[in-house]
């Protein structure tokens, strides 16, 4: 407070002693300055956490044109109506007027020791220059005035706020100085023609900030509906994925287990990260359509041919489970496709080769692998080399030969633990893309 009166001393006294009476004239040009000035606030468009707009052009025009102490008087008169309508606490109501006395004034003295732009002895180039060079120097002043006193209260870092917040609104500084700087040129010749012209451009310009603006808005409430709808997504899928596993934890762990070892497998095979993610995400729920079988066909023990019927019926169950969530009918194609072979002798719909999606294709060979490997397979388990050399056998026949190589690739040399994992397992997975950093994303058909 004590710092703020005393810049405001200095401020008036630089006025008083900087400005005569030669620089309250012409009157005409002093209503039309804080005309605009006035309308200017009023046409001010908020940009995140400051809003910019053309008084601050008015001002500086002021300070150019006129001097020290109508530039201030101008800024100040200008904003009071509208911060006493808003009712702006009283301590920033008092730094605003500081802030604006003090850049307005440092900006009228600064002009008179650079050379009067309105001196029509100056060269309109050097004009031009000076005008635009103030322009800049003083409104970074006055950010610095208006948005330090704002750290300093709210205990928030200067330098964060100068790049979040007036960075991003240099190039609407850039565009407005020029337009000063001309204005100023203009002015010699036209007189208030050339603030009337000024005016109406900064009324569009204005209408055009406001759509952009707007559009950003717009994108940005965009984007949090659908990261909303994808988190939604995701809660839907993990429901679908942990109610499987209290049922039947070894389904679960080695749904885990397949989406490990297929995203892995579609990285090194040069796949896009959407589709490492799909093939991650159908991994996970590839046995889903298990979910509705009775508990004695989960453990595989003494199987009936009805059981082994009801069993093979599960990649059509799981993808007409699935395909009912919007936006996952990538993930239901896949998951209908797990169990069909290159040659045409799987099941359910016998299709052969490119027929089958390349990614069902990919996990196919994942599915195999573990249910080989696995202690909790219902089948014998064997060591991993010989799991691999069997994928090599039938690569070509039942499985894609070129996903099997990569996939051997991938176990033999990435180091990646292939070796299965506890019940955490399915945790594990599932929160990797609880985190949503690169989860994977519904399609929008
Ligand atoms: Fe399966």
Not at 394 to 403: I, K
Request: with cysteine; aromatic share 6%.
């Amino acid at each position: 407070m004590a710092g703020q009166s005393a810049l405001l001393a200095a401020a008036l006294a630089g006025a008083v002693l900087g400005t005569t009476a030669g620089d309250w004239r012409p009157w005409s040009l002093v209503a039309a300055l804080l005309g605009l000035a006035f309308v200017g606030q009023f046409l001010s468009v908020p940009t995140g956490r400051v809003r910019i707009g053309p008084a601050f052009v008015a001002t500086a025009l002021a300070m150019a044109l006129l001097g020290p102490a109508p530039a201030a008087a101008i800024a100040v008169a200008a904003m009071l109506p509208w911060s006493l309508k808003a009712r702006t606490p009283r301590p920033l109501l008092f730094n605003n007027v500081v802030a604006l006395t003090t850049y307005a004034v440092a900006g009228g003295l600064l002009f008179k020791a650079l050379g009067d732009p309105g001196d029509a002895a100056v060269a309109e180039l050097s004009t031009v220059l000076i005008v635009f060079a103030v322009y800049l120097a003083t409104n970074f002043l006055n950010f610095l005035l208006i948005v330090g006193y704002l750290c300093l209260r709210d205990r928030t870092s200067l330098i964060a706020a100068v790049r979040d917040v007036y960075l991003p609104v240099v190039p609407w500084e850039i565009a407005t100085g020029t337009l000063t700087a001309a204005t100023v040129v203009a002015y010699q010749e036209l007189g208030l023609v050339a603030v009337a012209m000024l005016a109406v451009l900064l009324v569009s310009y204005r209408h055009l900030l406001r759509s952009v603006v707007a559009v950003e808005r717009q994108r940005d409430e965009l984007r949090e509906q659908v990261e909303e709808l994808e988190a939604l997504h995701h809660g839907v899928i993990r429901v679908m994925v942990e109610t499987l596993g209290m049922r039947d934890r070894m389904t679960a762990r080695h749904s885990a287990a397949v989406a490990r070892f297929s995203r892995a497998t579609a990285a090194a095979a040069g796949l896009s990260v959407r589709e490492q993610e799909l093939v991650h995400t159908a991994g996970l729920l590839h046995d889903i359509g298990k979910f509705t079988f009775p508990d004695h066909t989960l453990t595989g023990v003494r199987l009936t041919e009805e059981d082994w019927e009801l069993i093979r019926s599960h990649p059509q169950r799981g993808a007409d489970i699935v395909r009912r969530v919007r936006g996952y009918a990538d993930v239901a194609e896949i998951i209908l496709c797990h169990h069909e072979r290159i040659d045409g002798l799987g099941y359910p719909r016998n299709i052969a080769g490119d027929d089958i999606p390349v990614l069902a294709r990919l996990l196919s060979v994942a599915d195999c692998f573990d249910v080989m490997t696995a202690r909790d397979s219902y089948r014998a388990t064997i060591p991993i080399e010989a799991a691999l050399a069997e994928l090599r056998r039938v690569a070509g026949t039942q499985l894609d030969a070129r996903f099997v190589e990569v996939f051997v690739g991938v176990v033999m040399g990435s180091g990646m633990d292939f070796r299965h994992g506890d019940a955490g397992e399915l945790e594990a997975e599932l929160g990797g893309r609880a985190g949503g950093r690169s989860a994977y994303r519904p399609s929008r058909r």
